[in-house]
């Protein structure tokens, strides 16, 4: 089959590899209709997270048609034929983390449980096609899959919803609410959100459907801002204004209620000598992370509220405000996303039109030009915001 | 030679800090005050030999940044060549001054490096620390599976059961109600065998066994069953003895356990959880041998398993 392949940093490649099979008992093999690239995909090929081989399937956003089953999936779980969609956390829903909700920790489903051990104190969940430290699977920018767990994770659709319409379920629908949903959002509530990507889109439209008073989009590419604005929210240019200030004038000096960073490791700085500073410790590694997004997040929140994390950290970061955090009573609240726990509400949230998560595709593309698709959305070209791949 | 790379990484990180810091200074120092371009090399280099110091200093692989260092050597001389040719006097003298330090410091670099290399091509198996020369050696480890006491006192009872998750054993085979026949397999450097008997057992509690007869490695086990705080949870506690010989048997073992044996044995009891849990141990295409996964970097690439491959099994 031909599938998406990281090879190297700053590289991909859709080459031919094996299709693939079942190894484990409760595993699916799925026939993928549609997959996408995510902003997480850059952080690997920007080469910011450890552990990436040559010829690792990339991709951990996708749906498709059920072509196989193991023995361990039981028919009333999952048939072939079914039309689902694949969560990209692998979880074995036995666990103490799954017996919890918090699917995305799964206590089974990382072969390398001792290397995330090393790096992060605990093990996480398996991802697929994100990295060995996340277990080394293939990932799902390809024409099959195979889907471990399958009995568990799997979202069935037997509405007649199109394919763009519950692809976003498989991870930045998701992971955007549920960084509305730790916000704990109360209808007096003044929402700030860094980044306006595809994730920070979702996470405005989820603190509106979650009834914020108001919601602020904070970014600096102008058509990403209009997209926000097109949708009903408030915008922030901060290449054009002081973020904090500006924060300040809106809410009457109280600061936003909840943040939510929807940015993460690589993010960018409106003033050059802070970026050169955390860029260039990130390019010898002494810290993994700019992150920027998160300070501006926690001194301009007001005191007592929550600032939410969903955009991806992997490592170390420093001039981390412990201070404004501390003294300000504030509430720091993250995870990557326990998709499994959010599928089935927002999808229904879907169906009654609550919820539309078309509104961020700009590209579709063959998959055989992943590689097109990921110069154009890491280089933010052609006013790309969400690249879709067919196989 | 650990040392020696540790040497050089500090060394690295004061000579990064003072370009970064003082760049100033050190062109001065170095007789190229004069040149605007030397004003952009120098923090450049500075920058550069911090790559190295944080190489050297974090990195257990001595051996590539120690190469590094040799590459950014020749870098250096480099510069200081195309310096030297385009001056005379004073600034010549401290130039050649510099020059002289930096190809004693090559040599040194390149006498680490080659070192640091050869010792991994040929160098001994990591030995467990302390067992050199044979001796005790004590492993503990514990999990937590969401199963009731007595189903997983029930499961490890089953003595036949260990090697779907323990990674050395082949095979143990009950020949009596409290004895039994153990195989470990090629990674103890050749298949070894022992009788084991039962020495202590409380139902749902805890089972304690030690070898028996004249083994090649002595042994002894206890696994204690506790129920966690949560109330449907069983928390499982491992203590194993080796008594590790000296000569090849021991060196074998040692070598098996490699740098971090407390690994091995967290690791088997990860994958009693998943078998307990949820059926089986999980492959993944990077990591797809199951409990022989031992080795676990550079795994293969996480793309799907050719025909022969698949043909290996799980445990291949």
Known sequence: MRANTWAGRNKVKVRDVPDPKILNKRDAIVKITSTAICGSDLHLVDGYVPTMQNGDIMGHEFMGEVIEVGSGVPADKLRVGDRVVVPFPIACGACGACAAELYSCCENSNPNAG??????????????????????????????????????????????????????LSDILPTGFMGADLCDIQSTDVVAVWGAGPVGQFAMDSARVLGAAKVIAIDKEPYRLQMAERAGHTTINFDEVDVRSRLLEMTGGRGPDKCIDAVGMEATHGAAHVHAYDRVKQAVRLETERPHALRQAILSCRSGGIVSVIGAYGGFLDKFPAGAWMNRALTLRTGQCHVQRYMKPLLQRIERGEIDPTRVITHTLPLDEAERGFDIFKNKQDHCEKVVLKP | MQRRGRG????????????????????????????????????????????????????????VWAWTRVVGDAMDLTSLGIAIAHRCGHRRRRLLGVTGAVVGITVLDLLTAVQATRARAVGPGPAVRGARGGGPMELTATTTVRKPSQEVYAFWRDLGNLPTFMAHLEEVRSTGGRTSHWSASAPFGKSVEWDAEIVDEVAGEKIAWRSTGNPDVPNAGTVRFVPAPDGVSTEVHVLLTYDI?????????????GEEPHQQLDDDLR????VLETGEVLRSEGAPWGKRARKEFPQRPAQPLSDSELAKGADA
């Open chain 2, 271 to 274: 994958r009693l959880k998943q």
């Open chain 1, 115 to 168: 290397i995330a051990e090393k790096m992060f104190g605990h093990p996480v969940a398996g991802i697929f096609g994100y990295s060995h430290l996340t277990g080394g699977f293939a990932g799902g920018q390809a024409q099959y899959a195979r889907v471990p767990f399958a009995d568990v994770g799997p979202l069935k659709i037997e509405s007649d919803l199109t394919d763009e319409q519950v692809l976003f």
């Open chain 2, 245 to 257: 010989p000296g000569g090849a048997v021991g060196k074998a073992v040692a070598k098996y356990f």
């Open chain 2, 8 to 63: 050089l990484g500090w060394m690295s990180l004061g000579l990064g800090v003072a370009q970064l810091a003082a760049p100033e200074a050190v062109r001065r120092i170095s007789g190229v005050d004069d040149s605007a371009t030397s004003r952009a090399v120098v923090p450049l280099v500075g920058a550069r030999e911090l790559v190295h110091a944080a190489g050297l200093l974090t990195s257990r692989r001595k051996g």
